[in-house]
């Protein structure tokens, strides 16, 4: 690697701007007008957001009125989710210790519903827990991710909603790891809401979009406006709206390639684990997404993996960081039954669009001598490493 080039492998935290996306928001940034007016500035504006509207249901298979954009990723997971409690009073958040802060922060009992050993949630306890739920007279509102997003396990959300529609819950799905990575259907899904992000597929920061299903119970958290069919009151971000549905054709367009890095992925992980042989990859027996590997070996702390592998010029990441920059032990490795060192030793690589298979190999090497120069016993160090 040239002392100046560097490997971004950290695509779960936010992609690379995709060129359709920047050519998609140069161009409405060219327009002048608020979407909400009746002349042709305004309907030249409106015409820009029902496209990205368009490309964005038809992604997930929904209707164009289901659609609503958001600010971003944290407020298209809790619009809804909010909604949702405002229109049912009695509805209870039951979420995962594997969700986003933006859900479990509205669950009373975040960490309560049992993640296996492999990654995936225990369907039957979410069966029990309903069960008891319901008997007490209480609505679930459960919120399930379909893919997460520091092991890249796929989560089973059409199982989970089968469990709850039985009982008379409702569903809410956390599909922002997953677009663009694996086919994603509200209809076979069967959720009452969905939740996507832009800048997970390449897309503009500050961008995002729910989906409700018609009928299913919702009342707005920001009011004030009769803006997106009166789910969410607000001028939109008509430039960063534009680049969302720009990146969601590409990502859509680009979905077997995506899916391809798997064969990259393997073979990266196979060179750690012959070099390291007490190396683990996190969620490894369950089905995953192609570009994402979380893996650690116990005793080499995450935070100086981190900084090592930022030296020698690749972009990684480990667990959640804290608004001091240092790094913590990851609330999904711990639910799944890791102890807090094995926690605080695992980083994560992922991988998207703009990946070569190179990548993949340079950062397998580049872990390797960096390991075996902080913890040479745990590393059989190959001499054409």
């Known amino acids: 690697m040239s002392p100046t080039a560097r490997i971004y492998a950290d695509y779960n935290a936010t992609a690379p701007l995709r060129p359709e996306a920047k050519a998609a928001m140069s161009r409405a940034l060219e327009l002048t007008g608020n979407p909400s007016s009746v002349h042709a500035e305004g309907r030249k504006v409106r015409a820009l957001i029902e496209g990205a509207r368009e490309a964005i249901a038809a992604a997930i298979g929904a209707c ?13 997971v809790q619009a809804p989710l909010r909604g949702a409690m405002r229109a049912e009073p009695s509805g209870r958040v039951v979420a995962s210790g594997i969700e986003h802060d933006a859900v479990s922060s509205l669950s009373d009992s975040p960490n309560a519903w049992r993640i296996k050993a492999d990654g995936v949630v225990d369907l039957a306890w979410l069966e029990a827990v309903v069960d008891t739920l319901v008997g007490d007279g209480v609505k679930p509102l459960i919120s399930l991710m379909l893919v997460n997003n520091e092991t890249g396990v796929i989560q089973p959300v059409a199982e989970a909603a089968e469990i709850v529609h039985a009982a008379g819950g409702l569903i809410h799905c956390d599909a922002i790891q997953a677009l663009g990575k694996i086919d994603v259907s509200v209809i076979e899904l069967d959720v009452d809401y969905l939740s996507l992000s832009a800048h997970k597929i390449g897309g503009p920061q500050g961008v995002g979009a729910f989906y409700v299903k018609p009928g299913a119970p919702f009342s707005a958290v920001q009011t004030g406006g009769g803006q997106e069919f009166g789910r969410r009151a607000g001028t939109e971000n008509v430039a960063g709206i534009a680049g969302f549905g720009a990146a969601t054709a590409a990502a859509l367009a680009g979905v077997g390639r995506y899916q391809a890095l798997a064969e990259h992925r393997d073979r990266m992980e196979g060179k750690l684990k012959a070099a390291a042989p007490g190396l683990v990859v996190h969620g490894e027996l369950a089905p995953r997404v ?10 080499l702390p995450s935070e100086t993996q981190v900084m090592g592998l930022d030296l020698a010029g690749f972009a990684v990441s480990a667990g959640s960081a804290c608004s001091s920059g240092k790094v913590k032990a990851s609330r999904v490795l711990t639910a799944m039954g890791l102890g807090d060192t094995a926690a605080r030793s695992a980083i994560r690589a992922s991988f998207g669009w703009a990946s070569a298979w190179q990548d993949f190999d340079m950062l397998a090497e580049a872990w390797i001598r960096h390991a075996a120069r ?12």
Do not use: H, Y
């Not at 164009?64 to 298209?76: L, N």
């Not at 902080?374 to 490493?385: E, F």
């Open 290 to 299: 192609a570009g994402v590997s979380c893996f650690g070996v116990e005793g």
């Open 64 to 76: 164009r009125d289901d659609i609503a954009f958001a600010s971003g990723g944290t407020e298209a």
């Open 374 to 385: 902080a913890r040479p016993q745990l590393v059989k160090l190959d001499t054409n490493v």
